[in-house]
């Protein structure tokens, strides 16, 4: 495989157009790894699970593994087109941050149908449209993400978060969510990734 550079002279009030061509280097890496064994580090609400690997060098090398149920996420926004937004105390920064409503898949659910429990919980609120935009997994959890569009959502109750959520809903302008997102330096909202995917696909 070869690149292809293009390069304009300006000569007088004309011009000339050569090129050249530049070879690419693709490096492909063994990827067969084996998996030897694998432990329970920690067994908590969250478990870890310590997994043991063989390396295509031939090494061993364990690795820390978050072990849980695999969540929704879901980007939610009511019929005049805000968004709906819950801020809570998290105990990892130790600090209130923002995010969509989202939660554990239980045993047995679908996600689409855990996605209408969590955002009614967590927010009051009942999805007029729901609609699966993508899912996403991660390096050192074995947890899977789905991410959710509500539109038009109405209100239909209090929110009733678990026992040890304790929340407020926010509803902001989408405007104002862009703010969130586009500060470098706010960290305060969990779910930029959520937010873009959902901003994408209403074209906002």
Known sequence: MSKLLIFITVLGFGYSVFSIQLPVIMMELPMNWKKIGERLGYDG?????????????????????????SFVTVAAFTQEGEAILIRQYRP??????????????????????????ELLEETGYAAGELIFLKKKNSAYTDQTQYFFLAKNCCFL?????????????EIVTVTSLKALLNDPEEDAFCNVDAAYLAMAYLGV
């Open 45 to 69: 609400w969250r478990k870890i699970k310590v997994k043991t690997f063989e390396l295509p060098n031939g090494r061993e090398a364990e690795f820390d593994i978050i072990s849980n149920y």
């Open 157 to 169: 109750q209090p929110p009733r978060p678990d026992d040890s959520e304790f929340l407020s809903v």
């Open 92 to 117: 990892g920064p130790e600090r209130e941050l923002l995010s969509f409503a989202e939660g554990a898949i239980d045993e047995g659910e679908a996600p689409e149908t855990a996605a209408h429990r």
